[in-house]
């Protein structure tokens, strides 16, 4: 991606951290994708990619983009962040290839078929349940439900007090902004979830054969330390619940909004995979990205000096095609 720092940046009035941005983001995304491959948001002082070929490109350029000191507005190099960055997520190479390759050879896809049969059985009995209830909320009892049903015994976490990831995972979205008000009333209405994670994740509060046993299994081989054992099965705890719980409610409203669409899977089952991505493709479970750009990117430096170094990368509003979205 080839932005030259002379070029002229437009500006759009939109913050896309406040109440109205966020109640329906895809009425402004058009905005945003129309003012160019760059924009500035004197809102949050930050420039925003919105297009697909721009944004893709930021996400594979890691050298350009770091994610090291943090993927929301804030610098970990100038403020503390809320939690220890993660491991995952806010770390670059080899730090990340490190850590990544370490978790994939825990999260694999021949685990996964292992426990798929079990998991099934839980989504059936669930289901059954709520078609049998007539109407329901398919945010908390469904999206929200099902992997509460699954994902902590995956973990291998404590009986009591899973609820408690549902706060936790809210208060990671939304710290991808600034500290407005949304994440203050969020950070303290998970206060105590907060405390419950961070003592989850220690060694003796998981039970074994768990993945996150396994995680600490592999650092006794060597793979990792211990602190770095205890700050990745909290990324499992983070990743694993927020964007699954929003990708289904975002199939299920995608259902709701076109039930044509849903007629058409019934009738033809096998086109359910293809359903799942084009509703990861058509709403999204992550809307932003942040990340700083060194100022020895030459190409960013004088852009860099006005923004202290953040690009947003609007993942939600890059969709390849635009279609089905007013």
């Keep these: 991606m080839m932005i030259e720092s002379s070029t002229k940046v437009p500006e759009l009035t939109i913050d ?60 970990f190099s100038r403020e503390a962040p809320w939690r220890p960055p993660s491991l ?7 730090m990340h290839d490190r850590t990544r390759g370490l978790m994939n050879r825990i999260a694999s896809l021949g685990a996964l078929r292992t426990i798929m049969p079990e998991w099934q059985a839980k989504a059936d009995t669930l289901v059954a349940n709520l ?12 999206a929200e439900a099902f992997p509460l049903s699954v994902f902590p015994d995956l973990i291998g976490l404590r009986e009591d007090g899973r609820e408690n990831l549902i706060p936790y995972a809210t208060v990671a979205f939304n710290a991808f902004g600034p500290r407005n008000a949304l994440l203050e009333e969020t950070m303290e209405a998970a206060r105590d979830a907060t405390v419950w994670v961070a003592e989850s994740c220690k060694r003796d ?52 909004e076109f039930p044509d669409q849903y007629q058409k899977l019934r009738a033809e089952p096998g086109l359910l ?5 084009e509703s990861l493709r058509w709403g999204g479970t992550v809307q932003t990205f942040s990340h700083d750009v060194p100022s020895r990117r030459n190409r960013w430096r004088n852009h860099r000096r006005r923004c202290q170094g953040a690009s947003l990368s609007c993942r939600g509003q890059s969709r390849p095609a635009q279609m089905g979205r007013p």
Aim: glycine residues 10%; charged residues 25%.
């Design 16 to 75: 896309p951290f406040d109440a109205d941005f966020l109640a329906d983001p895809f009425k402004v995304h058009p905005r945003l994708r129309d003012a160019g491959p760059l924009c500035f948001l004197p809102a949050i002082g930050c420039y925003a990619m919105a297009r697909y070929g721009e944004v893709q490109a930021a996400l594979k350029d890691w050298e350009t983009f770091v994610s090291g000191r943090g993927v929301g507005l804030a610098d």
């Design 88 to 94: 995952l997520l806010e770390t670059d190479p080899p």
């Design 131 to 142: 078609t049998g209830k007539g109407a329901f909320d398919a945010v908390p009892n469904l």
């Design 205 to 256: 509060m998981l039970r074994l054969g768990g993945w996150g046993m396994q995680v600490y299994e592999a650092a006794d081989r060597g793979d990792c330390t211990h602190d770095e054992a205890e700050r990745l099965v909290r990324s499992f705890l983070t990743a694993g619940v927020d964007t699954t719980v929003n990708g289904i409610a975002t199939l299920i409203h995608a259902f709701a």
């Design 273 to 277: 995979k293809k359903a799942v991505e």
